[in-house]
């Protein structure tokens, strides 16, 4: 958010907010060498956001089949082999994404809105995951506490980025 303040970044047509930020940073720079790095930094994000998006689908089958040990879900989720369960739980978000589709009637705005905000849920649930892995292995791995701090570093900026996203977006349907 300071770079768009600091270089004044305004809406421009069929540019995304990044895209007009990237190119006001690099307007000084070496036509070729600005191009190239708009382009990869774009590239970066692009696969940051897919691979963001495909956390949800492979891991939330997993949380499924944890849910229904815990009777959250239906208990059948629990007994199937990861395989089933896997293959079950993308078919069911799949669906659900599907009828969130048509509910929704594609609106990218509101879909934005959830997919940033399920993007910071399954990052800051992992989070504290790994730093309780961290804590309890602390006593038979070696460099456990660089491995904790990052992972405690990344829960508290994911979380702090989840309240904030969830907050400034809540009349928009976060």
Same mark, same amino acid.
């Given at each position: ?10 809406? *421009?047509?069929? $540019? ?13 720079? =070496? ?17 940051? #956001? ?12 997993? *949380?499924?089949? =944890? ?20 293959? =079950?739980? @993308?078919? @069911?978000?799949?669906?659900?994404? #599907? ?34 892995? %961290? %804590? ?10 660089? $491995?904790?701090?990052? =992972?405690?570093?990344?829960?508290? #900026?994911?979380?702090?980025? #989840? ?12």
């Amino acid at each position: 958010m300071p770079g768009y303040i600091v270089f004044r970044v305004q809406h *421009v047509p069929g $540019k995304t907010l990044n895209a007009a930020l990237f190119h006001e940073m690099t307007r000084s720079w =070496n036509t070729h060498v600005g191009y190239g790095f708009i382009l990869l930094t774009l590239i970066s994000e692009a696969v940051l #956001l897919f691979v963001a998006s495909q956390t949800g689908f492979l891991d939330g089958p997993r *949380v499924l089949s =944890n849910m229904a040990l815990d009777r959250w879900v239906p208990s059948r989720f629990s007994v199937l082999s990861d395989r089933l369960v896997t293959h =079950n739980g @993308i078919l @069911i978000m799949g669906c659900l994404s #599907l009828v969130l589709m048509i509910l929704t009637r594609g609106s990218a705005r509101f879909l934005i809105v959830l997919y940033s905000i399920n993007v910071f849920v399954t990052f800051f649930l992992s989070q504290p995951g790994m730093v309780r892995h %961290w %804590w309890q292995s602390r006593f038979t791995v070696k460099d456990w506490f660089p $491995k904790l701090t990052v =992972n405690g570093i990344g829960m508290v #900026l994911t979380a702090f980025i #989840l309240l904030s996203v969830s907050i400034i977006k809540f009349h928009e349907g976060g």
